[in-house]
């Protein structure tokens, strides 16, 4: 019975031991900053424009970039301290979407596949009618 209360001490040592020994890590070391949500209005029609502005949006400091196209909103969840919004806003912008902020560079606009773009179609007058403009939407079928 003496060996028994011996081993079960020996146990709770054990335990006890490994219990305090955690609850002596170091946080400091621990990334606890606060992260901070946000939407942004970036031009876009379609599934590879969805692509291209989320993996530019998607810098150091981003851990979430997701592009609605229905809404045309860019939510970000990203760490304040690493990244700033208008910083990801360039980025975006340099592949060729306008933001809020930033307007893309029309050379690199202009390198988009058509259903990226938002022009007008320029539609000639038809005989005694008025000029016609017609904006090209994606086929969402």
Not at 53 to 63: H, Q, R, T
Not at 66 to 81: E, I, M, Q, S
Not at 124 to 130: G, Q
Request: charged share 25%.
């Amino acid at each position: 019975m003496k060996t028994i209360k011996i081993i079960f001490l020996a146990i709770m040592v054990i335990f006890l031991g490994s219990n305090s020994y955690a609850q002596m890590t170091d946080h400091s070391k621990m990334n606890m900053t606060s992260t901070k949500t946000e939407t942004i209005k970036v031009s876009g029609n379609c599934g590879m424009c969805k692509d291209r502005i989320e993996a530019a949006a998607k810098v150091e400091g981003v851990s979430k970039a997701d592009w609605n196209k229905d809404t045309k909103l860019l939510t970000l969840v990203y760490n304040p301290a690493m990244v700033k919004s208008d910083d990801v806003q360039k980025k975006v912008a340099a592949v060729g979407h306008d933001t809020e902020k930033f307007k893309a560079q029309d050379a690199v606009y202009a390198k988009l596949p058509g259903c990226c773009k938002n022009l007008p179609v320029y539609c000639p007058p038809l005989k005694n009618s008025h000029v016609v403009a017609i904006t090209m939407l994606p086929d969402n079928g």
